[in-house]
C-alpha cells in the first residue's frame, strides 16, 4: 500500500496506474492478447499480466520494449488519460505533392502500427504513381469526390463519387483524376504485409 505522506511512493503510483491504463488500452487497440504482446516485445507474460495490474515496476529496457512492439512512444504508455487528448490545427497536418497535381496529407497524424491512411487531392488531370509495397500488402481507395481512375496490374477501373475499390498492394499501380476541369478526392488506406510473413 501507497504511503499517502510518500509523495515519491504516491507519484509512482499514479504513474504505474497511467500505465497499466494505457497497456491495456493499446494492447486491446492493437487486438492483442497479454500473450501475443509478450512474444512481439520479448519479455514473459507475466511481466504483460504485472503492467496491466498496476503490480509493475518495469526497467527502461522493458518498457522501450514494450513501446516498439505496440508502436507507441514511452510516454504514451506513461501519460495520464487527458495528456493523451491532442488536437491539430490545419497547418500541423503533414502534407506532401506527389506525381502530377496530387496532394497528401495525413489522416491519421499519429503513427498507427502496420498502415497508412492519407487523403488525397487530385488537380484536374493529375496522375500519380503508387508504390508498390510488399506482398500481403492490401490498399482499399475511397473516391469521396470527383472521378478517379486507378490502373492496376495494367487493368482500368473508373471510380466515381462515394466508390470504394480495393486491390492487392504489392502489384504496379496508379491514380488518375478522370476530369480535365473539375478536382477529384479520395482516401487510401493501406494495410502493409509484415516483413517475413
Known amino acids: 500500500m501507497t ?11 499514479t504513474t504505474a ?3 497499466a491504463r494505457n497497456l491495456v488500452s493499446l494492447r486491446r487497440t492493437r487486438s492483442l492478447t497479454q500473450d501475443g504482446l509478450a512474444k512481439s516485445a520479448g519479455v514473459p507474460r507475466s511481466t ?10 518495469p526497467s527502461l529496457s522493458v518498457l522501450v520494449k514494450v513501446a516498439a512492439a505496440l508502436g507507441a512512444p514511452i510516454d504514451e504508455l506513461l501519460a495520464s488519460p487527458r495528456a493523451l487528448v491532442r488536437h491539430w490545427s490545419a497547418n500541423e497536418v503533414a502534407h506532401q505533392t506527389k506525381g502530377r497535381g496530387v496532394t497528401i496529407t495525413a489522416l491519421v497524424p499519429e503513427p498507427v502500427p502496420d498502415s497508412m491512411m492519407e487523403l488525397m487531392d487530385f488537380a484536374p488531370g493529375a496522375v500519380m504513381g503508387g508504390t508498390p509495397h510488399l506482398p500481403g500488402t492490401r490498399e482499399f481507395f475511397t473516391c469521396l469526390q470527383g472521378r478517379v481512375r486507378l490502373l492496376v496490374a495494367g487493368e482500368v477501373y473508373a471510380l466515381e463519387t462515394g466508390d470504394v475499390f480495393a486491390f492487392p498492394g504489392n502489384l504496379p499501380h496508379s491514380y ?15 494495410v502493409l504485409a509484415k516483413a517475413g510473413t
Open 176 to 190: 488518375q483524376n478522370a476530369d480535365g476541369v473539375a478536382p477529384a478526392r479520395g482516401v487510401s488506406v493501406v
Open 17 to 19: 496506474s497511467h500505465l
Open 48 to 57: 504483460i499480466a504485472n503492467l496491466e495490474s498496476g503490480e509493475g515496476n
Open 3 to 13: 504511503d499517502p505522506a510518500d509523495p515519491t511512493a504516491a507519484a509512482a503510483a
